[in-house]
């Protein structure tokens, strides 16, 4: 897809394009769209965003005393405001959709993939990337660790990026040549339209399971949320949608995509589909399996033994959907099984802490009670001894996930510590008591540990031959919040730190 030359809008241009009343003059030029204040300057338009927390309307003065071309906003033009006012009547929608406009739509002119679903995004989004990387091609994505843009990345800031930000990063992997992008998409992102106007050419759903209650309150919100990526609300329905049918979700949204005349992939291990695997082992050292692709998923019937470095059987899933849509991406199956039996996929997702000791300690980012069933059947799958589980909930979030991730620590583990995740402003000694709750269902032995590094160490000293020490909760992040402060703090460094001293 070649890179076109485009013109510059007015302010006035954007306006009708979002739909917007214009109050003042449309004739400033506008090269850019944003929601913060302080990028706001000589042809950005500024978006005024009211958000719970704060009023972006008292930035105003501010961003047209830097130059701003103009204002968007769901309020009317003040009285005393001299210079373009757009009225709009959804202010997130219409950054989408004026960000898109002024970049000239980028999503066109790059084969897209966007996934969702509870888990397994972030390590999906590392194996479809690894498929241009392997093709000698330049790739952007982001996700939940970091935003990748060829060789340049940086810390993420969220999961998916604001839609300004979204839309100015793809027209830069345009110009540096990227033939395709991938990017998680989360369902507060998509309710908050960042995902709006992005033509997918690949969707893909991975599972759904109980996350963002405190967002999202019900799981039927949280479905309907997900949805929206296949369903045409993002203005656009993916060309391809790529589904794990051994999720019912999946398989709702297979059938009523299906009966919708839309082109559908399949990916299962225990159902019918259109990329399936059979014949699976697993080890510490990674996995092998029996790799079949059917003629709708890639043309050609297709049957190899695979091997991937991933541990454990969710890291099917994952490779089974980054196969399916390298497909639909139009990449050849020499080039996707070469890139998926080499990437080791995303920090902070089953990560082994590499030391001399006759025991492994493992590194894991599963903060919901799904994800944490999901790690601790694979660490039973590759552990000969016994699991001491480290984990804690996070503060001034879903309270009720906290009773059944102990539950689910407790079912599986041999020994559990209990420990602060990010605690925020709630008493972490009450976090614990939420979750001790479901780890006594278990009758499994356990203590509570508040001091997150002190749990850590207390785990690695009580490691045998042949156990697991599995460290859940935050994964690739660095830090830990306390009260309103963020402090430092990286499970694996702890873990190396404990390791060292002790050989």
């Known amino acids: 897809m070649e890179p076109h030359t485009h013109q510059t809008l007015t302010v006035a241009e954007v306006a009708g394009a979002i739909a917007g009343r214009l109050s003042g003059d449309g004739a400033a030029l506008v090269s850019d769209v944003t929601h913060d204040s302080r990028q706001a300057k000589d042809g950005f338009l500024f978006t005024a965003v009211q958000g719970e927390l704060f009023d972006a309307h008292k930035f105003v003065p501010q961003v047209m005393q830097q130059g701003a071309a103009g204002v968007i906003s769901e309020l009317e033009r003040p009285e005393d ?29 790059l084969k897209l993939a966007g996934i969702t679903g509870t888990n397994g995004k972030t390590t999906c989004a590392y194996l ?56 998680e998409c989360s369902s507060q992102a998509m309710d908050f339209h960042r995902c709006d106007e992005l033509d997918y050419q690949v969707a893909v759903f991975t599972n759904l399971t109980r996350d963002h209650l405190d967002y999202h309150k019900t799981m039927e919100n949280y479905w309907y949320a997900k949805q929206r990526l296949f369903d045409g609300r993002l203005g656009s329905r993916p060309q391809t949608s790529v589904i794990n049918v051994d999720d019912a979700h999946g398989v709702e949204l297979a059938v009523r995509l299906k009966s919708e005349g839309l082109r559908v992939v399949t990916y299962a291990v225990n159902s019918p589909a259109d990329v399936t695997a059979g014949d699976a082992e697993f080890s510490l050292n990674g996995m092998t399996f029996r790799l079949q692709i059917n003629e709708h ?121 209990l420990t602060s995740d990010n605690p925020r402003t709630e008493d972490p000694n009450q976090i614990l008591c939420d979750a001790e709750e479901g780890i006594k269902k278990t009758g ?53 730190e404990v390791l060292t001293s002790a050989t």
């Not at 059987?313 to 080039?335: K, M, R």
């Open 128 to 183: 479809i990337a690894a498929i241009p990387e392997a093709a000698g091609e330049p790739v952007a994505m982001t996700g939940t660790v970091e935003y990748r843009l060829g060789q340049a990345r940086k810390k993420a800031g969220r999961t998916t990026p604001e839609a300004p930000d979204m839309q100015r990063l793809l027209r830069q992997a345009v110009g540096l040549g990227c033939r395709t992008a991938v990017m």
């Open 297 to 417: 998923a890639g043309g050609a019937r297709a049957e190899l033994d695979f091997h991937s470095p991933l541990v454990g059987p969710p890291h099917i899933y994952n490779t089974l959907a980054a196969a399916a849509s390298g497909l639909a991406l139009g990449y050849p199956l020499e080039v996707i099984t070469m890139a998926l039996a080499t990437c080791t996929g995303a920090p902070g997702r089953f990560e082994r802490v590499p030391h001399q000791g006759d025991f492994a300690v493992v590194v894991d980012y599963a903060h919901s009670d799904d994800a944490l069933l999901n790690v601790l059947r694979t660490a039973r799958e590759v552990t000969k001894g016994r699991i001491i589980t480290v984990f804690g909930c996070g503060g001034d979030r879903d309270r009720s996930k906290r009773a059944p991730m102990g539950e689910a620590a407790g079912s599986l583990s041999d020994i559990v510590i």
């Open 444 to 496: 499994k032995p356990y203590e509570k540990i508040a001091d997150r590094r002190a749990a850590i160490h207390h785990a690695i000293a009580q490691a045998r031959t042949d156990d697991l020490v599995l460290i859940a909760g935050k994964g690739h992040e660095d830090y830990q919040i306390i009260g309103r402060e963020v402090f430092h703090f990286d499970d694996k460094e702890v873990a190396r």
């Open 81 to 109: 405001f001299a210079g373009a006012w757009i009225q709009v009547s959804n202010i997130r929608r219409a950054m989408a959709v004026a960000a898109a406009e002024v970049h000239h739509h980028p999503a066109r002119e």
